[in-house]
């Protein structure tokens, strides 16, 4: 009986959690539609969510996350699919070299913001080397990539970490496929670089995809570095949101948690996308058998 019963006592606390996660969710959503009926407010509306996507400076925050997020997913993945391909053809997936290429992802993002505000800040490392060659006149003139509108700062900082992360997260079976496939489509003449592009990137697709995605949803809801690196305005939508949290006013509220529910919708969305890519490819394999 009590062998029986040990299962159902270990999963007691992931039950546990998950209710409180329900509670939290479910809160969320609701205070997102104004109903807080400790302040008063018990009808439902969309009036919050409207604001956020009509005011200015909502609406800056809203495409300024998104454009960090898509630029900071699409650079990394491609800079780390490249970095992965260089890496298979030599024949460099195991051993010292990877253990170097995966540093990276275990240092916190707060770490790599002050890498980045050490290095590339107008009082950084890079500044005064070039002011140092005498390429210019004052450290002042060196461009403001950090602290700027337009977040290359922040994708910069993002680059660094995700590129290993696209790297381990693929190179696994890029290496898999290229070592049997791809030695297969060299034997039969293609040469390394046609082989790669032909047989070995269009089976990592739905890998690549989901690498992509990871990291834009990631990026999307982080607040550490917009918080950090970001310019005073626009507000990344994490940060804006937390603004809002924080209010003296409770009643804004609602506004917080609505940037939330965005966040989480365009989330949920990413994650529609990639279901619809595995199906439309399972759909096409199974057209080829």
Same mark, same amino acid.
């Given at each position: 009986m009590r062998k029986k019963l040990t299962p159902y006592i270990l999963l007691v606390p992931q039950i546990i959690l998950t209710i409180f996660f329900l509670i939290g969710l479910i809160t969320?959503?609701?205070? +997102?539609?104004?109903? !807080? /009926? $400790?302040?008063g407010l018990t009808e439902p509306t969309l009036f919050y969510y409207k604001e956020i996507l009509t005011k200015p400076d909502m609406v800056r925050s809203v495409l300024y996350s998104?454009?960090?997020?898509?630029?900071?997913?699409?650079? +990394?993945? $491609?800079?780390? &699919?490249?970095?992965?391909?260089? *890496? @298979?053809?030599?024949?460099?997936?195991?051993?010292?070299?990877?253990? !170097? &290429?995966? *540093?990276?992802?275990? &240092? /916190?993002? @707060? &770490?790599v913001a002050l890498f980045v505000i050490n290095i590339c800040s107008q009082n950084g490392l890079l500044a005064r080397v070039i002011y140092a060659f005498g390429l210019i006149?004052?450290?002042?003139?060196? /461009?403001?990539?950090?602290?700027?509108?337009?977040?290359?700062?922040?994708?910069?900082?993002? *680059?660094?970490?995700?590129?290993?992360f696209i790297v381990y997260f693929v190179i696994a079976l890029m290496a898999n496929i290229d070592g049997k496939l791809g030695e297969a489509a060299v034997n039969l003449g293609a040469g390394k670089v046609q082989a790669f592009f032909r047989v070995t990137l269009p089976l990592c697709a739905n890998t690549i995809y989901s690498g992509f995605l990871i990291i834009f949803v990631f990026a999307l809801g982080a607040y550490e570095l917009p918080f950090i690196l970001g310019a005073t305005t626009p507000k990344a939508l994490p940060v804006q949101a937390y603004i809002q949290y924080t209010h003296p006013d409770l009643r804004n509220r609602p506004y917080a948690m609505a940037l939330n529910g965005l966040i989480m919708a365009i989330s949920l969305l990413s994650a529609c996308v990639y279901l619809a890519l595995m199906r439309r490819s399972q759909k096409k394999l199974a057209g080829n058998k």
């Open positions: 969320g959503i609701a205070q +997102s539609l104004g109903v !807080i /009926p $400790a302040f998104l454009r960090i997020a898509f630029f900071s997913a699409l650079f +990394s993945t $491609a800079a780390g &699919v490249l970095l992965c391909a260089v *890496l @298979v053809m030599s024949r460099r997936t195991k051993g010292r070299m990877m253990r !170097i &290429v995966q *540093l990276p992802i275990v &240092v /916190p993002h @707060v &770490v006149g004052e450290q002042q003139e060196f /461009p403001a990539l950090i602290y700027d509108a337009g977040g290359f700062g922040i994708i910069l900082a993002y *680059l660094w970490k995700e590129i290993p």
